[in-house]
Nanobody, 117 residues
Framework: QVQLVESGGGLVQPGGSLRLSCAAS????????MGWYRQAPGKQRELVAI???????NSADSVKGRFTISRDNAKNTVYLQMNSLSPEDTAVYYC???????????WGQGTLVTVSS
């Protein structure tokens, strides 16, 4: 009932910025929280940042101070503003939503972010 579509990935130089978008559609009223995860080649998928229905946010230590998660409720969209990018940030970034009643976790298709000169 809920679909997530990520966009905004691409190639960026070290030190550059990029903004990812995740548009939710369907039964968006069921969404309790949304977040961004990433998976680098040969690495485990890791949490990047989350935002709950009340607007509270948390982010991983590796991106704290550089990445900011936000939302636009009118557009049913969450964003990940990424600044001061480094090659270590290269990964496929996935949008995630946690739904209630009943509980279900939904994932987007992923968008590739490559940080390279």
């Amino acid at each position: 009932q809920v679909q997530l579509v990520e966009s905004g990935g691409g190639l960026v130089q070290p030190g550059g910025s990029l903004r990812l978008s995740c548009a939710a559609s369907g039964s968006v009223f069921r969404i309790n929280a949304m977040g961004w995860y990433r998976q680098a080649p040969g690495k485990q998928r890791e949490l990047v940042a989350i935002i709950n229905s009340g607007g509270s946010t948390n982010s991983a230590d590796s991106v704290k101070g550089r990445f900011t998660i936000s939302r636009d409720n009118a557009k049913n969209t969450v964003y990940l503003q990424m600044n001061s990018l480094s090659p270590e940030d290269t990964a496929v970034y996935y949008c995630n939503a946690i739904l209630g009643w009943p509980y279900v976790e939904v994932w987007g298709q992923g968008t590739l972010v490559t940080v390279s000169s």
